[in-house]
T-cell receptor
């Protein structure tokens, strides 16, 4: 069993749609990270969360510690949002990564 | 304020990519060091520099490279040749080799 489960694995959306990517985890954590990996391979850290909600531009990340669940939302999606989105959890010294959600936004 | 700066706190990279970790100090120290820490283990020395334009290999230098072009800066490059790059990296500086070392806050490198 994976410590981190992401859904969906693949997602295709029309430009302008509201997108939600989910992450569930099974371990106690000190923090959760949302990462974005572009087709060229570079990885960008989008959010680090330990509680509540964070917003950065069109991106919103929420976490519910009791339910061990986090969501990443993209409002007014754009083709440049096309990337793989990865959830990672940090229970102490270890890091566990989800398998990623591949998002394609069609113009 | 005087001190040692390492940024960012977390760095994520794709396997096979080189990545450079920064370390800056404004303590006017001659000596600078890079260490690696793995879970449950102590610090291991990667490279050190006694003075500008000089650096020496530590115990685990393979897969890493450094430069010391300025007194204040001692960047560490983790190359694709490093087999297990995921670790916590600490930079330190001292007035001279063998003197008290002052540590930065560290950078956690995660390679996917």
């Amino acid at each position: 069993k994976n410590e981190v489960e992401q859904s969906p694995q693949n997602l295709t959306a029309q430009e302008g749609e509201f997108i939600t990517i989910n992450c569930s985890y099974s371990v106690g954590i000190s923090a959760l990270h949302w990462l974005q990996q572009h087709p060229g391979g570079g990885i960008v850290s989008l959010f680090m969360l330990s509680s509540g909600k964070k917003k950065h531009g069109r991106l919103i990340a929420t976490i519910n510690i009791q339910e061990k669940h986090s969501s990443l939302h993209i409002t007014a999606s754009h083709p440049r949002d096309s990337a793989v989105y990865i959830c990672a959890v940090e229970p102490g010294n270890q890091f566990y990564f989800g398998t990623g959600t591949s998002l394609t936004v069609i113009p | 304020d005087g001190g040692i700066t390492q940024s960012p706190k977390y760095l994520f990279r794709k396997e096979g990519q080189n990545v450079t970790l920064s370390c800056e100090q404004n303590l006017n120290h001659d000596a600078m060091y890079w260490y690696r820490q793995d879970p449950g283990q102590g610090l291991r020395l990667i490279y050190y520099s006694q003075i500008v334009n000089d650096f020496q290999k530590g115990d685990i230098a393979e897969g890493y490279s450094v430069s010391r072009e300025k007194k204040e800066s001692f960047p560490l490059t983790v190359t694709s040749a490093q087999k297990n790059p995921t670790a916590f990296y600490l930079c330190a500086s001292a007035r001279g080799v063998g003197e008290t070392q002052y540590f930065g806050p560290g950078t956690r490198l995660l390679v996917l």
